[in-house]
């Protein structure tokens, strides 16, 4: 495959930007995300650290230049760190950025690691900061486990990005606080709205928290500058005046971003979607292990670029079905 052939899909939108999830499984079990009995992948079913990185390295090859590591949780797949080795080695070399999603739980034990392959932004998932909230919310007590990531990814050099989910009614007020620790230590911190993926105990409507809303309350406490700045994903920013930080905005309910996305989807088991909001998907993990994998792989993305739906169709309502039955922790975050 050659770089003089780039990911154009029928809108004329140039793809750049790979979430390739290595994992579903995860060590938390957030409510929002996944019931608390989840069923995982049988481990046959989910590809190879050897198949991942002959993926990322197609990928590079039609002119993606960022890839997102996701899950899951990346940090528990076994070896996972011989892989983000692997393809840091493509950084300066037709890759720009490698860079991953995690919920912090083992990122003190990687944060090192992940710097020395070549990983200088990372993403973390954090709810809140009251303790008995982390615990209610991800069913597990781990806090201080990801609060410690954290602290000890600023330390090796990591740029710190927060993301977090607004729940009504849950972390709502929570949400000023959060902000202001962010700046205060220097990280960025991106607001999301929660996504109706897959089934999970009760119903998320309850919890749908508008984000125009929430930038409403955080402008009676803070000074919110909108900047042009852009890191490849959905968000839109603010200059948080008071305490210097950058805070993003993800509403795929209230105000979609799709004209402009650039992003496509690779699952842990090789099925690739063009919209975390859409089952259309090419199946590349039947390319991978055919007779002609090369061959193979380069007709599937072709084949990616042309069904990539325009724009998602999430909505959110009393009774309605999740807008796709997978779960989030299935597609990559």
């Given at each position: 495959?050659?770089c003089?052939?780039?990911?154009?899909?029928?809108?004329?939108?140039?793809?750049?930007y790979?979430?390739?999830?290595?994992?579903?499984?995860?060590d938390?079990?957030?409510s929002?995300?996944?019931?608390e009995?989840?069923?995982f992948?049988?481990?046959?079913?989910v590809?190879?650290?050897?198949?991942?990185?002959?993926?990322?390295?197609a990928?590079?090859?039609r002119?993606?230049?960022?890839?997102?590591?996701?899950?899951?949780?990346?940090?528990?797949?076994?070896d996972?760190?011989?892989?983000?080795?692997?393809?840091?080695r493509?950084?300066?070399?037709g890759l720009?950025?490698l860079?991953?999603?995690?919920?912090?739980?083992?990122?003190?034990?990687?944060?090192?690691?992940?710097?020395?392959?070549?990983?200088?932004?990372?993403?973390?998932?954090?709810?809140?900061?009251?303790g008995?909230?982390?615990?209610?919310?991800?069913?597990?007590?781990?806090?201080?486990?990801?609060?410690?990531?954290?602290?000890e990814?600023?330390?090796?050099?990591?740029?710190?990005?927060?993301?977090t989910?607004a729940l009504?009614g849950?972390?709502?007020?929570?949400?000023?606080?959060?902000?202001?620790?962010?700046?205060?230590?220097?990280?960025?911190m991106?607001?999301?709205?929660?996504?109706?993926?897959?089934?999970?105990?009760?119903?998320?409507?309850?919890?749908?928290?508008?984000?125009?809303?929430?930038?409403?309350t955080?402008?009676?406490?803070?000074?919110?500058t909108?900047?042009?700045?852009?890191?490849?994903?959905?968000?839109?920013?603010?200059?948080?005046?008071?305490?210097g930080?950058?805070?993003?905005?993800?509403t795929?309910?209230?105000n979609?971003?799709?004209?402009?996305?650039?992003?496509?989807?690779?699952t842990?088991?090789?099925q690739?979607?063009?919209?975390?909001?859409?089952?259309?998907?090419?199946?590349?993990?039947?390319?991978?292990?055919?007779?002609?994998?090369?061959?193979?792989?380069?007709?599937?993305?072709?084949?990616?670029?042309?069904?990539?739906?325009?724009?998602?169709?999430?909505?959110?309502?009393?009774g309605?079905?999740?807008?796709?039955?997978?779960?989030m922790?299935?597609?990559?975050g």
């Amino acid at each position: 495959m050659s770089c003089d052939k780039p990911l154009v899909d029928a809108f004329q939108r140039r793809i750049s930007y790979l979430r390739l999830s290595v994992t579903d499984r995860c060590d938390l079990r957030c409510s929002y995300c996944m019931p608390e009995r989840m069923t995982f992948l049988p481990k046959k079913e989910v590809l190879s650290l050897e198949e991942l990185h002959k993926l990322g390295l197609a990928f590079i090859e039609r002119g993606i230049t960022k890839i997102r590591l996701t899950g899951g949780e990346p940090l528990v797949r076994r070896d996972v760190i011989e892989l983000v080795h692997a393809l840091g080695r493509k950084l300066g070399n037709g890759l720009e950025e490698l860079t991953l999603t995690t919920n912090g739980t083992r990122l003190a034990e990687f944060a090192g690691d992940l710097h020395a392959a070549g990983v200088r932004r990372v993403n973390v998932s954090l709810d809140t900061m009251d303790g008995e909230l982390f615990q209610t919310l991800s069913r597990r007590d781990r806090l201080v486990e990801v609060l410690r990531g954290i602290a000890e990814a600023k330390r090796a050099g990591l740029h710190v990005k927060i993301n977090t989910v607004a729940l009504k009614g849950i972390n709502e007020s929570e949400i000023p606080f959060l902000v202001e620790w962010a700046g205060t230590h220097g990280h960025d911190m991106t607001l999301i709205e929660v996504m109706p993926l897959g089934e999970v105990d009760g119903e998320r409507v309850d919890h749908y928290l508008p984000l125009p809303a929430v930038r409403d309350t955080l402008e009676e406490r803070f000074t919110l500058t909108d900047i042009g700045d852009n890191t490849g994903g959905p968000a839109r920013y603010v200059r948080v005046e008071e305490t210097g930080g950058r805070l993003g905005f993800i509403t795929p309910l209230t105000n979609n971003f799709c004209a402009t996305c650039n992003r496509i989807r690779v699952t842990a088991t090789g099925q690739l979607y063009g919209c975390l909001g859409g089952a259309e998907k090419v199946d590349l993990r039947g390319a991978l292990r055919s007779e002609a994998p090369d061959a193979n792989l380069a007709t599937a993305l072709d084949e990616a670029m042309r069904i990539k739906p325009e724009k998602h169709h999430f909505r959110i309502e009393e009774g309605a079905e999740p807008a796709q039955p997978r779960h989030m922790s299935m597609t990559g975050g």
